[in-house]
């Protein structure tokens, strides 16, 4: 953006991206200041790349962004931003209305020969013989069309949309402003509000209320979901590279990516964890035994010794605290356990015996390190 333009010439910049971004907010103020009347045409790849930054650019200098997703054909929206990009600029896109009052937005997106260019405006009054001017300037030509303004009714996903556009358009504002970002989010959060709308800054939670017979009587499950995650930078000389990986937790077939570094997929504490149910208890009496390396029927007499009555409770709030007591003293496991360690020691804060239960526990393991 530096270099100077050739006389009589546009600049035309093509961006193709397809990973995430991690300075979008401060790439996005120094094109908007720098462009320099360049045109960005960007194009995001895949479910990875970043949104914000690729029709950002577009938008603050006047270009055209198109998001290819997996499996699209690509050829068809590559000829059309070229044949964006050929084009004679539309400049000086001016609206006025007659007869009407309507608050139309601040800027116009970019005109171009074969798209539309959908405005959404909050209209108040219309009057009769309501007129709507639009004025462009394009290839040292000055074009004007007048366009009778009709009323289709009330419609209620007219004003949504309306309301995600000026929500859109004030997170655009927050990007390029950091020192209006609180005076934004304010109008964002009353847009949101008003509209029922999700944005950067508010979220929704959905209650459905079901009648009685038709709740479950089961409790959730723990489940492994697995998710796709998108490759960050290769570290130099390392192809393929595990430590790469962006995510801070990644689970694949061989092993477990855990704060940027890798651990056997077999640990046992993963395996542990698959065993907690929805109250908190473990039930990993198999692994547990393997990690004292004692045999499962050797552990069974440690856990139901001298405590004959309510003897499978009392066995698994035994077996959820001495659990417990080994996540927490293994530095591999207790950073990955955290969430599930706290849920355990609630579900044993609440036994009514639970003094006797923490007892039990570190009586067997005191006695097994000797």
């Known amino acids: 953006m530096q270099l100077p333009v050739t006389p009589n010439c546009r600049r035309e910049v093509i961006l193709i991206t397809d990973g995430e971004v991690y300075n979008t907010r401060e790439t996005l103020q120094y094109v908007a200041k720098n462009h320099n009347d360049s045109r960005f045409y960007t194009f995001g790849i ?35 931003q070229f044949s964006r990009i050929i084009q004679p600029e539309v400049s000086n896109l001016k609206i006025s209305v007659r007869n009407a009052t309507i608050i139309l937005p601040e800027k116009f997106g970019p005109l171009y020969e074969e798209d539309s260019l959908t405005i959404l405006a909050e209209v108040s009054k219309i009057g009769n013989n309501a007129e709507i001017t639009i004025s462009a300037q394009t290839d040292g030509e000055i074009f004007i069309w007048e366009c009778p ?25 927050s990007y390029l402003d950091q020192h209006a970002t609180k005076k934004l989010t304010a109008q964002i959060l009353e847009r949101a509000e008003e509209f029922n709308m999700l944005s950067h800054f508010s979220s929704l939670l959905a209650v459905e209320n079901k009648k009685e017979e038709e709740k479950t009587e089961s409790y959730p ?37 855990i704060y940027g570094s890798s651990v056997e997929a077999k640990s046992w504490y993963h395996e542990v964890l698959k065993t907690q149910d929805a109250c908190g208890r473990f039930s990993a009496a198999r692994i547990v035994a393997d990690k004292l390396q004692l045999s499962q029927d050797c552990l069974q007499k440690y856990l139901v010794h001298n405590h004959e009555n309510e003897l499978e409770n009392r066995n698994l709030a035994v077996l959820t605290a001495v659990t417990v007591r080994l996540l927490q003293t293994d530095p591999d496991a207790a950073p990955v356990a955290a969430r599930a360690l706290k849920k355990a020691q609630k579900w044993l804060d609440s036994l009514h015996d639970k003094e006797s239960v923490f007892k039990k526990s570190r009586e067997l393991l005191d006695k097994l390190k000797k």
């Open 221 to 257: 499950a723990f489940r492994i979901v697995p998710i796709m995650l998108h490759r960050a930078r290769i570290a130099e000389g390392k192809d393929d590279s595990e430590d790469a990986l962006m995510s801070s937790v990644h689970e694949n077939q061989n092993s477990y990516m």
């Open 149 to 173: 303004v009709e009323y289709l009714g009330d419609d209620d996903k007219i004003p949504l949309l309306w309301a995600v556009d000026q929500i859109n358009e004030l997170e655009e504002k």
């Open 46 to 80: 895949g479910r990875g790349a970043s949104q914000a930054l690729v029709k950002g650019l577009a938008d603050i200098t006047g270009g055209f962004s198109e998001i290819i997703a997996p499996g699209e054909n690509i050829q068809e929206k590559v000829l059309r």
